[in-house]
């Protein structure tokens, strides 16, 4: 029995391969619809260039993203490719698509044949296209060359797996503050009523936990918790410049004038205004903020260079950036 069926098989997939052939026969004598267009190979290279172009535009913007170019190289890039993608569809469309003009309206697809019909028009209007498998390969790659143009900056909401790197810090004991030219602070460089911006020597100046706000009040004024009584030399405080709400740089300062009227010093962030003070181990005082600037403990060298004599205090940037998963208490 099982040859037999074997043998039906065959014989029936035999008899459904013809009359699929015998339908493309007879689908391709039926009356054209659309004129046939003269063939423009000159057009369809035009058009193999613009693409191959837009693939290289969107892997340089890949390429500037990974090394870490400005936003104007990055944005020129990406509007290069997306201008040059839009050119090519442009000569498709003015060059390789056959026109023609319809003096009445299609009636309604409401039959099979009407729908058979609409697909033949479709069909046939590709036929002055001579290179198909070039400019798909050329449209491929320049597909593929924008989607990961487009995925690539998702690389910059931060580790998928592995989340540690988030809470480490360049900061250790007896690495010293640096102004933005890399000079090092001195402690006699630091005056009250303002406030500076410092960075670890010799660290990445772009990490999160990187960038600190210098300034210098009163030893009187100073009211820090007890085990940190030591970490504002001279009455220098450091605490880390990104604001714990939503990551925006602490970029104004508060310092009164009229003790009377006035509040006291204070750190702002000039983003959502969430203050902090700066004599209390920069605690919120107003703001959305939900938790303190975190603090780098300071030590003044002989030379009078400034360094950290520690760690901050807990995890620099905004709130979410310090959750951590606890076990429930049973």
């Known amino acids: 029995m099982k040859p037999r069926r074997w043998l039906t098989a065959v014989l029936l997939l035999g008899s459904a391969l013809r009359s699929r052939r015998r339908r493309r026969r007879t689908e391709r004598r039926r009356e054209r619809i659309v004129a046939a267009g003269e063939s423009d190979p000159a057009a369809e290279l035009v058009v193999v260039a613009l693409l191959l172009a837009t693939a290289a535009g969107a892997a340089f913007f890949v390429v500037a993203y990974a090394v870490g170019w400005s936003t104007q ?46 697909l033949q028009i ?16 050329a449209g491929g790659l320049a597909g593929a060359a924008l989607g990961t143009a487009f995925v690539a900056p998702a690389v910059s909401l931060g580790p998928l797996f592995e989340t540690s790197r988030l809470n480490e810090t360049p900061w250790r004991p007896g690495r010293r503050l640096v102004d933005k030219d890399g000079r090092p602070w001195s402690a006699d460089q630091i005056g009250a009523g303002a406030f500076y911006t410092a960075y670890p020597e010799g660290a990445d100046r772009d990490a999160i936990a990187s960038p600190l706000v210098l300034v210098k009040l009163d030893t009187a004024q100073i009211r820090l918790p007890p085990e940190r009584r030591t970490w504002a030399p001279e009455g220098i405080l450091a605490y880390s410049k990104i604001c714990t709400h939503a990551g925006c740089a602490i970029a104004l300062y508060r310092n009164p004038l009229f003790d009377r009227v006035e509040p006291g010093h204070a750190l702002v962030c000039p983003c959502h205004y969430s203050t902090f003070d700066p004599a209390t181990g920069g605690t919120v005082l107003f703001g959305p903020a939900g938790r303190p600037l975190p603090q780098l403990p300071l030590s003044i060298a002989a030379d009078r260079t400034l360094r950290a004599a520690g760690n901050l205090s807990g995890p620099a940037g905004p709130g979410w950036w310090g959750v951590r998963s606890r076990p429930t208490s049973p």
């Not at 698509?97 to 309604?108: A, D, K, L």
């Not at 479709?122 to 198909?132: D, I, M, N, W």
């Open 73 to 118: 190289v990055l944005g020129g890039a990406l509007g290069g490719a997306l201008a040059l993608l839009a050119l090519a569809l442009g000569v498709i469309a003015h060059r390789l698509v056959v026109e023609e003009e319809i003096t009445e309206r299609y009636p309604e697809p409401e039959h099979p044949e009407e729908q058979a019909a609409l």
């Open 122 to 137: 479709v069909h046939e209007s590709g036929s002055r296209l001579t290179r198909k498998r070039l400019l798909g390969v």
